[in-house]
């Protein structure tokens, strides 16, 4: 009987004579072993993550993160009382992150671990709106930008903020400057630049948009703060392009939000906040949670988060330093570079962005040029069906007609990985020019797996 229930083969247990429940809620058990299997089976349909590309996130981790993640599985951060020194290590990393941006004082200013980008841009964005109706602004707040993430479409529908997206024009693919007096006034709460755009990689010129409100408000103008979206190049200018100014060097600069589940190395689930100065961030956003007999400030949309994303966060940085992130990021720029170049070789591609640290993030956004039969959809398909995933789409508005091609490199991405993908889109190339009757692709029929699709507007 006992060998009836527990056979040598995994796969001959009763668990295994049904399909997997998946609508109602499971009548019955099934062993441990069986549940597992059929999980880990029913994964391996999803796509590689270091195959990725169309990812800015985090896909490799170190073994000794990985312990750390497990060891923390079961700490919950809001609880500042009980896991202490959780919250201590979050406080550190907020000091870290403040004097890494050239924050004025960074013992004393504030911030947060978040459970990303979109939670610490709309934190960014609330301080922002309090911060101008404490001025006296009344009406509709608007926000004014450049093409932005789909975090900042649901802050301003979420919280009632109109959002000013500045439309692309010319032949720039970033914010015009000179564009911001045309849309901003008394009720623009904060200009957002975004430093690493999603769409292109590029960097937004953040120092060039503070001058133009230092202009606007020298005419006589409002006086508007800058929040930057720094998702993905927080932690890349710091370390590979020092000299570029984005960050609290610009007074104008009163919030930056990052993901440390992006260039910050950290496994996924984990963004920050941070204020220039304590006086940034209203106090009336923050609630104070009994901590040792003291209290922490806490500033977040979430309350339960896991506490593994932060402590591992803090290991990088201890680990790795201004001179290991240095290092890091400048191997993932060089692996970028190469790709660029050898995508410029092998097809007919127009580079928008080439991977240069000075100009954006380690990424690589390129056109076809006039003339093939085939467009980027039916490229990305093609890869895919290797199984490498690479996000075609359209430009934003002001550009929406043009399609292009995006490469996202990151840590543990290596050059010979890269020669691999290389030599798969040589190939993908000849089958598409040798197969010239096919019907090309829409966007849709090429599967929407870039992260960036615009929402629809009700
Ligand atoms: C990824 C990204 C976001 C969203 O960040 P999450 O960490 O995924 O929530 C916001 N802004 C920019 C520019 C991004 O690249």
Redesign the pocket.
């Given at each position: 009987m006992a060998e009836n229930l527990f056979p040598n083969d995994l796969f001959s247990l009763p668990g295994f004579t049904r399909p997997a429940p998946h609508g109602g809620f499971p009548a019955h058990e099934l062993f441990p072993d069986v549940a597992y299997e059929i999980v880990h089976d029913e994964l391996i349909l999803d796509g590689v993550a270091r195959m990725n590309l169309a990812t800015?996130?985090t896909t490799w981790i170190d073994d000794k993160a990985r312990r750390l993640m497990a060891e923390s599985i079961d700490k919950n951060i809001v609880d500042k009382d009980e896991y202490p020194q959780t919250a201590e290590l979050e406080k550190r990393c907020v000091r870290m992150l403040a004097d890494l941006w050239h924050a004025p004082d960074p013992a004393s200013t504030l911030g947060t671990s978040t459970?990303?980008?979109?939670?610490a841009?709309i934190l960014g964005g609330l301080a922002a709106k309090f911060r101008w109706r404490a001025r006296g602004g009344t009406g509709m707040p608007n926000l004014v930008s450049g093409p932005?993430?789909v975090?900042w479409e649901k802050f301003a529908r979420y919280f009632d903020v109109e959002l000013r997206q500045i439309p692309l024009r010319g032949d720039r693919y970033t914010m015009h400057p000179d564009d911001l007096p045309e849309y901003c006034d008394d009720n623009t709460i904060a200009v957002v630049p975004?430093f690493?755009?999603?769409f292109t990689g590029l960097f937004e010129d953040v120092a060039a948009i503070s001058a133009a409100l230092d202009r606007l408000h020298a005419a006589g103008g409002p006086d508007i703060p800058i929040h930057v979206?720094a998702?993905?190049g927080g932690f890349l200018g710091p370390f590979t392009a020092p000299d570029l100014v984005w960050d609290f060097r610009l007074p104008r600069v009163k919030s930056i939000n990052t993901?440390g589940?992006?260039t910050g190395l950290a496994p996924l689930g984990v963004?920050w906040a941070i204020w220039r100065e304590a006086a940034d961030l209203p106090r009336e956003l923050i609630f104070d949670v009994d901590y040792l007999g003291g209290n922490m400030p806490t500033f977040n949309l979430n309350f339960s988060r896991p506490g593994g994303q932060v402590i591992t966060q803090y290991y990088n940085f201890i680990r790795l330093g201004r001179a290991g992130y240095a290092r890091v990021q400048s191997a993932t720029y060089f692996v970028a570079r190469h790709f660029a170049k050898g995508l410029g070789a092998i097809g007919p591609f127009e580079l928008i962005h080439a991977g240069e640290p000075e100009r954006g993030i380690a990424a690589v956004t390129w056109r076809l040029t006039e003339g093939p039969d085939y467009n980027l959809y039916d490229l990305s398909d093609r890869l895919r069906a290797r199984g490498w995933l690479i996000a075609a789409y359209p430009l934003p508005a002001g550009r929406q007609d043009e399609t292009i091609m995006r490469a996202v490199f990151r840590h543990g991405f290596t050059l010979d990985m890269a020669e691999l993908l290389l030599a798969d889109i040589g190939r993908s190339l000849r089958h598409l020019s040798a197969n010239p009757w096919r019907t090309p692709l829409t966007r849709a029929q090429a599967g929407g797996f870039t992260h960036d699709a615009a929402p629809e507007v009700p």
């Amino acid at each position: 009987m006992a060998e009836n229930l527990f056979p040598n083969d995994l796969f001959s247990l009763p668990g295994f004579t049904r399909p997997a429940p998946h609508g109602g809620f499971p009548a019955h058990e099934l062993f441990p072993d069986v549940a597992y299997e059929i999980v880990h089976d029913e994964l391996i349909l999803d796509g590689v993550a270091r195959m990725n590309l169309a990812t800015f996130c985090t896909t490799w981790i170190d073994d000794k993160a990985r312990r750390l993640m497990a060891e923390s599985i079961d700490k919950n951060i809001v609880d500042k009382d009980e896991y202490p020194q959780t919250a201590e290590l979050e406080k550190r990393c907020v000091r870290m992150l403040a004097d890494l941006w050239h924050a004025p004082d960074p013992a004393s200013t504030l911030g947060t671990s978040t459970t990303g980008s979109s939670e610490a841009a709309i934190l960014g964005g609330l301080a922002a709106k309090f911060r101008w109706r404490a001025r006296g602004g009344t009406g509709m707040p608007n926000l004014v930008s450049g093409p932005v993430q789909v975090c900042w479409e649901k802050f301003a529908r979420y919280f009632d903020v109109e959002l000013r997206q500045i439309p692309l024009r010319g032949d720039r693919y970033t914010m015009h400057p000179d564009d911001l007096p045309e849309y901003c006034d008394d009720n623009t709460i904060a200009v957002v630049p975004t430093f690493g755009q999603t769409f292109t990689g590029l960097f937004e010129d953040v120092a060039a948009i503070s001058a133009a409100l230092d202009r606007l408000h020298a005419a006589g103008g409002p006086d508007i703060p800058i929040h930057v979206d720094a998702a993905s190049g927080g932690f890349l200018g710091p370390f590979t392009a020092p000299d570029l100014v984005w960050d609290f060097r610009l007074p104008r600069v009163k919030s930056i939000n990052t993901s440390g589940h992006k260039t910050g190395l950290a496994p996924l689930g984990v963004g920050w906040a941070i204020w220039r100065e304590a006086a940034d961030l209203p106090r009336e956003l923050i609630f104070d949670v009994d901590y040792l007999g003291g209290n922490m400030p806490t500033f977040n949309l979430n309350f339960s988060r896991p506490g593994g994303q932060v402590i591992t966060q803090y290991y990088n940085f201890i680990r790795l330093g201004r001179a290991g992130y240095a290092r890091v990021q400048s191997a993932t720029y060089f692996v970028a570079r190469h790709f660029a170049k050898g995508l410029g070789a092998i097809g007919p591609f127009e580079l928008i962005h080439a991977g240069e640290p000075e100009r954006g993030i380690a990424a690589v956004t390129w056109r076809l040029t006039e003339g093939p039969d085939y467009n980027l959809y039916d490229l990305s398909d093609r890869l895919r069906a290797r199984g490498w995933l690479i996000a075609a789409y359209p430009l934003p508005a002001g550009r929406q007609d043009e399609t292009i091609m995006r490469a996202v490199f990151r840590h543990g991405f290596t050059l010979d990985m890269a020669e691999l993908l290389l030599a798969d889109i040589g190939r993908s190339l000849r089958h598409l020019s040798a197969n010239p009757w096919r019907t090309p692709l829409t966007r849709a029929q090429a599967g929407g797996f870039t992260h960036d699709a615009a929402p629809e507007v009700p």
